[in-house]
C-alpha cells in the first residue's frame, strides 16, 4: 500500500463552485485509473493550514500503480 498526499492553495479568483467541482473531480480518479484502492477529498479547517485550502489523498495498491497514475492523462 502506498498513501499519496496533495495540498492546494487556490488563486483568490477561484469561486467555491470551481473548487467543488475540482474535488469531485478527483474522486473520479478512483474509477479511472487502476490500483487506487480508496480516494478523498475534503477542506482544511486547521488554523495552521499556512493556506493550504483542499487536502487529496489517495491510497494505491503498490509503487507501480502510483507510478503509472502519475503520467496519466486522467492525472
Same mark, same amino acid.
Given at each position: 500500500?502506498?498513501?499519496?498526499?496533495?495540498?492546494?492553495?487556490?488563486?483568490?479568483?477561484?469561486t467555491k463552485e470551481q473548487k467543488e467541482e475540482m474535488m469531485r473531480q478527483l474522486?473520479?480518479?478512483?474509477?479511472?485509473?487502476? #490500483?487506487?484502492?480508496?480516494?478523498?477529498? #475534503?477542506?482544511?479547517?486547521?488554523?495552521?493550514?499556512? #493556506?493550504?485550502?483542499? #487536502?487529496?489523498?489517495?491510497?494505491?495498491?503498490?509503487?507501480?500503480?502510483?507510478?503509472?497514475?502519475?503520467?496519466?492523462?486522467?492525472?
Amino acid at each position: 500500500m502506498v498513501e499519496h498526499i496533495v495540498l492546494w492553495k487556490f488563486t483568490p479568483e477561484a469561486t467555491k463552485e470551481q473548487k467543488e467541482e475540482m474535488m469531485r473531480q478527483l474522486l473520479t480518479l478512483k474509477d479511472k485509473l487502476p #490500483g487506487i484502492t480508496a480516494a478523498t477529498v #475534503g477542506w482544511n479547517f486547521s488554523e495552521r493550514n499556512q #493556506g493550504y485550502t483542499v #487536502g487529496f489523498r489517495v491510497t494505491f495498491t503498490d509503487r507501480a500503480a502510483l507510478e503509472n497514475y502519475l503520467p496519466s492523462d486522467a492525472h
